[in-house]
C-alpha cells in the first residue's frame, strides 16, 4: 500500500510546475490522468531530444501518468471532462489566465457540482490584483520576484540555472494538495488550492526581503560566494580547481585559522575577530587564504577541511552529479520504463521506510485515450467517432521488447 493508492488526479497541465506536483503524487501511489493536446501533447514534450530522443523535461517530470489526449475546446469535450472530473478526487490546471472559467472548470463551478473535489488552480500571479492577467514563465518571475537582482556577478545579474519559480510553485501545488486531502478526511468537504509563482518565490525571498528592507540595501551580488558571510564561498587551489567552502560560526572560524591556514592566532585578531568584521574586510581575507591555499591540491584542501570540520564541496558538473558516489552508496538510482526503453532515476528525496515510491513509464501522448474513455461509460463505436472528430488522439501502444 502507498499513501495515495485509490485517490485520482485529473490534471489539465503542461511545462514544469503542475507536472512536477502530480509527479510527486504519482510517486506516492495517486492515479494521475494528464490531459495533453491530441496528437502533440505537452509542449514540453519538445523542449529537446536528449533522452534517447525524448525530452529531458518530460522523463523527469511525467512517469508513472497516463496520457489523455483530448481537444478540450472541442465541442464534445465537456461530456468526457464532466464524466472524468465526477470520478476525481483532485483536478489540477496549469492553463493561461482565464482559460479554465471559460471551459467552465472554475473552482467555483466544479466544486459547486462536486463539493468533496479538491480542485488547485496554479497561476503565474493569481485571478485578482493587477497582474491577474499577465502570462508569466519561470525566468520572468525570477525576475519579477528579484531572485536576477541578487544572483550573479557584481556586473551581470543572473538567472538561476534550474526552473526555481516553476519547482517552488509545484512543491507548495503537492503539499497544499496532501494538506487538502487530510482536511478532506476530517471535514468531509473539498477546497480550493491557489498556488502562484509569484507567491512562491516571495517565500524563498524572504531573507533579502527582510535584509533590503530593514537595512536600506539589497544583498550585493557576489558569484559563487556569500553576500555577507566570510569566508563562504569559492576559493582556488594551487592544481587550478576550486573548492566551496563555508565557516558559520566563531568556533568554526578559530578551527579554519588553526587546522587549514596554520595561523591560528588569526582567529583573535581584533580585525578579523567576528563575521562582521570579516565581511568589510573581504579582500584582506581572500587574500590571506589565496596564499595558503595556492600551495594545496583540492583533495590536500577537502583532507585539511574535512579534518577541522569546516564543511566544504566539489563544484560538481551535472554529469559529476549523476556519478556521484554518494547517490550510489546510498541506492539512489533505479530504472524506470519509457517509450524509448529503460532510463535511469532518481528516488524522490523523502524516504519512507514503509514504501517504495511508484516508478512506472512516462506516458505517449494519448497512449491511455482509449482505455480510459471506455472505463467512463463511452462504447468502442463513441471512441472511434470521437477520434474521427478530432476530439481525442490516441495509437495502440505496441508491446515492448
Known sequence: ????????????????????ATRHLADLGARVIKIERPQVGDFARDYDQTVKGLSSHFVWLNRSKESLALD?????????????????????????????????????????????????????????????SKKAYDLLVQSEAGVLSITG????????????????????????????????????????????????????????????????????????????IVPYGRYLTGDGKSVMLGVQNQREWANFCDKVLGQPRLATDARYDSNSKRNERRAEILAIIDKVFSTLTTEQLVQKLDAAG?????INSPEDVWKHAQFAARDRWREVESPKGKLPTLLPPATHDSFEPRLAAAPEVGEHTESILLELGFTDVDVGELKSGGAISFERRKPRK
Open 310 to 314: 569546516i564543511a566544504n564541496a566539489h
Open 153 to 228: 556577478t557584481p556586473e551581470t545579474p543572473s538567472k538561476v540555472g534550474i526552473s526555481i519559480a516553476d519547482i517552488a510553485t509545484g512543491m507548495y501545488a503537492y503539499s497544499g494538495i496532501l494538506t487538502a486531502l487530510l482536511q478532506r478526511e476530517k471535514t468531509g468537504k473539498g477546497d480550493r488550492i491557489e498556488v502562484t509563482m509569484l507567491e512562491a518565490l516571495g517565500e524563498w525571498m524572504g531573507y533579502p526581503l527582510y535584509y533590503t528592507h530593514f537595512s536600506g540595501a539589497a544583498p550585493p551580488r557576489t558569484g559563487p560566494d556569500h553576500a555577507t
Open 72 to 132: 478540450v475546446k472541442h465541442a464534445r469535450a465537456k461530456d468526457i471532462l464532466d464524466r472524468l472530473i465526477s470520478r476525481a478526487d483532485v483536478f489540477i490546471q496549469n492553463l493561461a489566465p482565464g482559460a479554465a472559467a471559460r471551459l467552465g472548470l472554475s473552482a467555483d463551478d466544479l466544486l459547486s457540482r462536486h463539493p468533496r473535489l479538491i480542485v488547485c488552480d496554479i497561476s503565474g500571479y493569481g485571478d485578482s490584483g493587477p497582474y491577474a
Open 1 to 20: 500500500m502507498r499513501p495515495l493508492d485509490g485517490i485520482t488526479v485529473v490534471s489539465l497541465e503542461q511545462a514544469v510546475a503542475a507536472p512536477f
